[in-house]
């Protein structure tokens, strides 16, 4: 079989001309999903460009890596620069929804360049889609039909502010609509947790910890089938805390039950819990618990 060509498209230009649409602008682009010519075979993309799509219709797989891209019929599906999406489409069918592409140097310097990396959607590793109720797929539309609208008239001296808040508007939305998705998924998000807690009581139960140290949110992300930001965010978004903060808070709960039920020195501990200097178990001990463990082990027996 042979390997599939990656397309390189760092450049709205260079999209446009791949699906054979129009441009209107050298850094921005709305596309109709229904117009586009798609090639039959699967194809892959590595994306230079900020990439999201309404997807209307499902009309074959993406995956990203190995891993398959979460989306159905009215979700929204997001893309990075740097991120990599193979394309897979099923036979008779066409796309049809709506697309918004633009370069990262057309936010350079502008609030929107500010704040993009707070819109953690962009961070999926490409899996996770955004649901859409049918109202705010209108909105989202709306949003998409003004900045198409300013790309197709002159350009002026405000051309390039309207267009950045309009995308920032639009990212705004989809912001809200991704939050609004972790509480509509409250209770299998809960069963998430439940699950991280049994893994992370399993991987401190054996030795695991002595064979791969200290364990990553990558590490239990994969046993839950998510990506680690999604599943990341979805631990803060229900605990308060960051994933990376929980497993830690789990790590010096550890720590403290063995420091008062065994007689065991403090950098043996350390090592049996994951860490690679004993150090480092203090450090973190400290910051955590306000005292050195060694400290903590003397006040607590009296």
Same mark, same amino acid.
Not at 227 to 233: I, L, V
Not at 234 to 239: F, N
């Given at each position: ?5 990656? &397309? ?6 260079? @999209? ?23 090639? !039959?075979?699967?194809?892959? &993309? ?19 890596? /190995? ?15 740097? $991120?990599? !999406?193979?394309?897979? =489409?099923?036979?008779?069918? /066409? ?27 962009? *961070?999926?590793?490409? /899996? ?18 003004? &900045? ?11 051309? /390039?502010?309207?267009?950045? !808040? ?11 609509? @991704? ?7 409250? !209770?299998?998000?809960?069963?998430? &947790?439940?699950?991280?807690? $049994? ?19 990558? @590490? ?23 994933? *990376? ?9 550890? =720590? ?22 004993? $150090? ?15 400290? @903590?082990?003397? $006040?607590?027996?009296?």
């Amino acid at each position: 079989m042979m390997k599939e060509e990656v &397309i390189e498209l760092d450049t709205v230009d260079k @999209y446009n001309k791949f699906f054979k649409v129009e441009t209107y602008h050298p850094m921005v682009t709305v596309v109709d999903l229904s117009k586009i010519t798609q090639p !039959a075979q699967p194809f892959t &993309i590595n994306y230079g460009i900020y990439a999201l799509f309404l997807k209307d219709t499902l009309c074959g797989d993406i995956t990203y890596g /190995r891993q398959p891209y979460d989306y159905q019929e009215g979700t929204i599906v997001c893309f990075a620069p740097g $991120q990599v !999406a193979s394309i897979h =489409a099923q036979e008779g069918t /066409r796309p049809t929804g709506y697309g918004l592409l633009f370069h990262p140097d057309l936010i350079h310097g502008t609030q929107l360049g500010h704040d993009i990396r707070n819109y953690s959607f962009f *961070s999926y590793e490409a /899996r996770e889609a955004l649901h859409l109720s049918e109202e705010e797929r209108h909105t989202v539309i709306d949003c998409l039909h003004k &900045i198409d609208t300013e790309l197709r008239r002159p350009a002026d001296k405000h051309s /390039r502010r309207l267009i950045t !808040a309009n995308i920032g508007l639009l990212l705004d939305y989809c912001m809200r609509f @991704y939050e609004r998705q972790f509480t509509t998924r409250e !209770a299998s998000n809960k069963d998430i &947790i439940v699950r991280f807690e $049994q893994l992370l009581d399993e991987y401190f139960d054996g030795q695991t910890p002595q064979e791969e140290g200290l364990p990553t949110v990558k @590490y239990f992300a994969e046993r839950v089938f998510l990506s680690p930001n999604y599943f990341g965010d979805m631990i803060s978004k229900q605990t308060g805390k960051t994933a *990376s903060e929980y497993i830690q808070s789990k790590v010096v709960e550890r =720590a403290k039950d063995m420091l008062l039920s065994t007689t065991k020195p403090m950098s043996e501990i350390a090592y049996s819990l994951g860490f690679q200097y004993p $150090q480092h178990m203090s450090r973190m001990f400290k910051r955590l618990v306000g005292h050195s463990p060694n400290k @903590y082990r003397t $006040q607590q027996r009296g």
